[in-house]
């Protein structure tokens, strides 16, 4: 099928690029033209694993194309996916990015009198498509939906860092459908995807994705809220007590014999809290909406309030090991918001840097892959190192904020010694296997409990 489109972002580039790989003709359209150049040089323009090759791959096959001309990418598409931003604002989720994607998509319908049905994918509040779409595409079109037009809404599930695989081998495809001829085409577009395909109404599929992602932050509070326990309590640990809580059978089921681990037993872990560009802001947006509907949410504002207390929570054992931070070096490894990706945006990293700042000490981060996003956006007063040794010597404390696996297989005994005093504080409880040296202090998530005698290195 012919696609356009519209907003070329992580989850557009993604989808755009992988229908692209099922022999669909693919458009993405961006309003950033250098963005768009960056494309057509078979440059992607944020670090995702392996979406640079299909890129290049499906560019020389001819079946992916970038443009910034919106009009032009409709008038040559049966399909145009709507894939903008909406972020979350203190006033709900913010509709000005798809609002004028829209305006030019209604406007480019009207040129002529093809039938196109447009999907909404980026994610927004349950009654958006049919309250705000809807009657947004048939002012600009001067169509009549159902008619001139269809209309769908196509939440995505993909997570960065993994987003190719999670785009081309889906647990579910929702097709939210204004009515059946246009649920019909988006069924089309994803032939080639065997999995369940949900058709259903618009409101459902809208709330399908925020339903989704307020189950995963939820875990993420709950085993943190368990951890806040552990850390107030000597002599117990979150670890322990959530690998105990993971084989419950209902958790992780025996099957012929073997343990099932499923992966949303990822979800209950303790850490140093969620970020991204997804689940702080659609957690928000879903309590925003509920408030407007004259519901309360406890449960979401619980799970918003354990969220925000978890970098003070890091900054507390920081605290705890340094005293007084005024003046002393701290390191932060890892800014992305999570490993795999180059993403800083809603990163616990960057709020525990604004509060360690906020008392007086200096801050200073490496990231393996988000240095080049770094340098350009984060607070000019956190030093960037450019290696890990730079970011180790002096400090008096490192605390690691993302998971990236390779940290685990890092010297930590040679890195160390560089320190002035030798204090590891493991945000994301990912080093608990490393044999610490006797003259490292380390402290975990989730643990009151002191591993190791401190001393100081120089
Ligand atoms: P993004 O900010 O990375 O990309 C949005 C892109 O749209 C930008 O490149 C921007 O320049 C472009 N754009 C904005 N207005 C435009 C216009 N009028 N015409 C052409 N281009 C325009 O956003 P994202 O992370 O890809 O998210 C997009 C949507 O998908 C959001 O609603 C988000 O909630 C949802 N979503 C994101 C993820 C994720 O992991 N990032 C996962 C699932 C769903």
């Known amino acids: 099928m012919n696609v356009a489109i519209i907003g070329t972002g992580y989850v557009g580039l993604v989808t755009g690029v992988c229908l692209a790989t099922k022999g ?63 972020p979350t604002t203190e006033g709900g989720i913010d509709l000005t990015h798809l609002g004028t994607a829209l305006n030019e998509i209604g406007m480019a319908l009207a040129a002529d009198d093809s039938y196109r ?57 929702v097709i939210g459908e204004y ?75 025996v099957v ?20 991204g560009s997804c689940l702080p802001k659609d957690v928000s947006a879903l309590r925003h909406f509920g408030g407007e509907h004259g519901l309360s949410m406890p449960l979401l504002d619980a799970v918003l309030t354990i969220n925000a207390a978890r970098p003070q929570q ?25 490993a795999g990706t180059d993403d800083l945006r809603e990163s616990a990293s960057l709020r525990l840097a604004a509060l360690l700042l906020a008392a007086g000490a200096e801050v200073s981060a490496y990231d393996p892959i988000a240095l080049g996003y770094a340098h350009n956006s984060v607070d000019p007063r956190i030093r960037i190192a450019n290696d890990a040794p730079a970011v180790f010597a002096g400090s008096d404390a490192v605390v690691l904020m993302t998971a990236w696996p390779q940290f685990k297989d890092w010297r930590w005994g040679d890195l160390t010694t560089s320190m002035h005093t030798a204090v590891v504080i493991d945000g994301r409880n990912a080093l608990r296997k490393v044999e610490w040296p006797s003259a490292v202090r380390y402290r975990t998530i989730g643990t009151a409990k002191a591993q190791h005698a401190v001393a100081a290195v120089g």
């Not at 057509?40 to 979406?51: D, I, N, V, W, Y």
């Not at 925020?210 to 670890?239: H, K, M, R």
């Not at 949303?264 to 303790?270: G, H, K, S, W």
């Open 117 to 173: 049905v447009v999907v909404i994918k980026s994610t927004v509040v349950p009654t958006t498509t049919t309250r705000f779409a809807l009657p947004l595409l048939e002012h600009a079109s001067g169509k009549v939906v159902g008619q001139g037009f269809g209309l769908t809404m196509n939440p995505e599930f993909l997570r960065e860092g993994t987003a190719v695989n999670d785009f081309q081998v889906p647990d579910r495809i």
């Open 179 to 253: 009515d059946a001829r246009s649920g019909a085409a988006v069924q089309a577009l994803y032939e080639p995807y065997a999995c369940p395909k949900v058709h259903t109404g618009l409101s459902d599929a809208e709330l399908i994705k925020y339903t989704s992602n307020a189950l995963l932050a939820t875990l993420i509070s709950f085993s943190n809220e368990v951890a806040t326990v552990c850390e107030a309590v000597p002599g117990t640990d979150v670890e322990t007590v959530m690998d105990a809580l993971h084989l419950d059978r209902r958790l992780s089921p």
């Open 314 to 338: 890091v900054v507390d054992i920081v605290h705890a090991e340094l005293g007084d931070l005024r003046g002393r070096s701290i390191a932060i490894l890892g800014l992305a918001f999570k």
């Open 256 to 275: 012929n014999g073997r343990r099932v681990t499923p992966a949303i037993l990822t979800y209950l872990r303790a850490g140093a809290g969620f970020g």
């Open 24 to 86: 669909h003709l693919v458009t993405c359209v961006d309003q950033q033209s250098s963005r768009v150049a960056m494309l057509q040089r078979g440059e992607t323009p944020f670090f995702e694993p392996g979406l640079d090759t299909l890129l290049r791959e499906t560019l020389a096959s001819g079946t992916f194309s970038a443009t910034a001309d919106t009009a032009a990418a409709v008038a040559d598409a049966e399909l145009v996916i709507v894939t903008v931003g909406t």
